[in-house]
């Protein structure tokens, strides 16, 4: 499984580009915007887009979701049925932060903890997240040991939790059940900044210890 991360957006999201080099099928997870980029970068890996998965319906990470699977055709995946308020939010969020016109969408599928996302031949796992949004979500690939946590877990940091329904107790304990579960070795792609480790956050994060 390769995995490309695409800066987009002014808030420079982690969109990523999650690929079974077998097939040459792909999912784009977090499409905030900037959807030309996100595309060219389709075209240039020689992919097929197949579906859209989302972790959680902040304007960074679900903005051009909609525009996207209308315009291509293809399914939207996620986040938990619990950030149906932020996706119907979607207009006003896009008014509110400066970003381009934002299209509302009803996902294909709404994703529970413990689901699988299929990507040609390989699957990410689900595991549901709240704490940031209470209907965050993040994929995980055991066998790539590497996982997309969106704006649960940074490098250094962990997501906001001001936002309505936010809850910082809640998020600890998505990062310690959920994340910390994973595995040390396990490397992760953070909705902003770089990428880190399970194992080098559980030692140095200082919001964890």
Request: proline content about 7%; overall charge negative; hydrophobic content about 40%.
């Amino acid at each position: 499984m390769k995995f490309t991360v695409i800066p987009v957006t002014p808030f420079e999201q982690n969109c990523t580009l999650v690929a079974d080099e077998e097939t040459q099928l792909a999912a784009v997870v977090d499409p905030g915007g900037d959807i030309e980029r996100i595309l060219q970068e389709v075209e240039a890996q020689g992919l097929t887009l197949e579906k859209i998965l989302i972790t959680h319906a902040h304007i960074d990470h679900a903005g051009a979701a909609g525009e996207l699977s209308r315009r291509l055709g293809i399914p939207i995946e996620g986040p938990h049925r619990e950030d149906k308020f932020w996706i119907d939010d979607l207009a006003e969020q896009a008014k509110m932060f400066g970003f381009p016109p934002a299209e509302s969408f009803e996902p294909a599928r709404w994703l529970e903890q413990g689901d699988v996302v299929q990507i040609g031949n390989q699957q990410l796992e689900v595991r549901h997240c709240p704490g940031h949004t209470p209907g965050h979500v993040v994929f995980f690939n055991p066998g790539a040991k590497v996982a997309i946590v969106g704006d649960v877990l940074f490098n250094g940091s962990i997501g906001r939790t001001d936002f309505p329904k936010g809850d910082h107790a809640t998020l600890l304990h998505s990062i310690r059940e959920q994340l910390w579960s994973m595995g040390d070795d396990v490397e992760f792609i953070a909705g902003h900044g770089p990428v880190s480790t399970i194992g080098h956050e559980r030692a140095t994060n200082p919001f964890l210890n």
